[in-house]
């Protein structure tokens, strides 16, 4: 399996833009995470998916932050209309299961995406 | 809500030294605890898992201790080499919500 895939890279645009990033977990996984890392604040669960229905998306910081997991190998985080305080690296990650039993409970990371809002 | 801390948030040694890193956890009902590194600009790679029912784990020259009842958890990083350096960080998931919770990691240099 070639891992978590995300795109883009690395994202650079004007305050006000909509701003769309993808993730395409480990193909079996049931869990899928965004989470958003800073220097301030470190890595913040923004939201997860449990069998592509989402589970807790306590973390998502405002009405401007989205996610949907339209199917099992696909999920999009969006962000309408962006401010500069969104310039973060976005992380999208996927495991196999929840149950202690199960030797499934990886955590497998994406590369990130680096978004930078001017 | 469960909160994780690493101590020392930076650490600075010679090549060759052997290491420890710590985190600690407020809530002890866990199901595991992940460790990961992160090399600078690039995303988080998994080191070594102990499941809730495990003392500890060991990949190579890294070994993880996990003591639930006193809520924390070392890294041991054995003959430490340049190559280490990185920022480690751990992960809890609890009990429940099967949401991990990172620490705000351990930044380590190894110098020649």
């Known amino acids: 399996d070639a891992g978590v895939i995300q795109s883009p890279r690395h994202e650079v645009t004007e305050m006000g833009q909509e701003v769309t990033l993808r993730c395409k977990p480990i193909?079996?996984?049931?869990?899928l995470f965004w989470y958003r890392q800073t220097m301030m604040r470190g890595l913040e669960l923004l939201i997860y998916?449990?069998?592509?229905?989402?589970?807790?998306d306590s973390g998502m910081p405002e009405d401007r932050f989205s996610a949907k997991m339209p199917n099992a190998s696909f999920s999009t985080l969006k962000i309408q209309p962006s401010e500069p305080r969104d310039s973060a690296v976005y992380f999208c990650?996927?495991?196999?299961?929840?149950?202690?039993?199960?030797?499934?409970?990886?955590?497998?990371f994406g590369a990130g995406s680096r978004l930078t809002v001017l | 809500k469960q909160e994780v801390t690493q101590i020392p948030a930076a650490l600075s040694v010679p090549e060759g030294e052997n290491l420890v890193l710590n985190c600690s956890f407020t809530?002890?009902?866990?199901?595991?605890l992940q460790w990961f590194r992160q090399d600078p600009g690039k995303g988080l790679t998994s080191l070594l898992l102990?499941?809730?029912?495990?003392r500890e784990q060991t990949s190579g020259r890294l070994n993880a201790s996990l003591d639930k009842s006193s809520g924390r958890s070392t890294l041991y990083i054995a003959a430490s080499q340049p190559g280490d350096s990185a920022t480690y960080l751990c992960?809890?998931?609890?009990?429940?919500?099967?949401?991990?919770?990172f620490g705000r990691g351990t930044s380590l240099i190894v110098h020649p």
């Open positions: 990650a996927s495991k196999q299961g929840a149950s202690p039993g199960m030797g499934a409970n990886v955590l497998t």
């Open positions: 193909s079996g996984h049931d869990y």
């Open positions: 809530d002890s009902a866990i199901y595991n």
């Open positions: 102990i499941q809730s029912s495990q």
């Open positions: 992960a809890v998931t609890s009990g429940g919500s099967y949401i991990p919770t």
């Open positions: 998916f449990n069998n592509n229905v989402p589970i807790d």
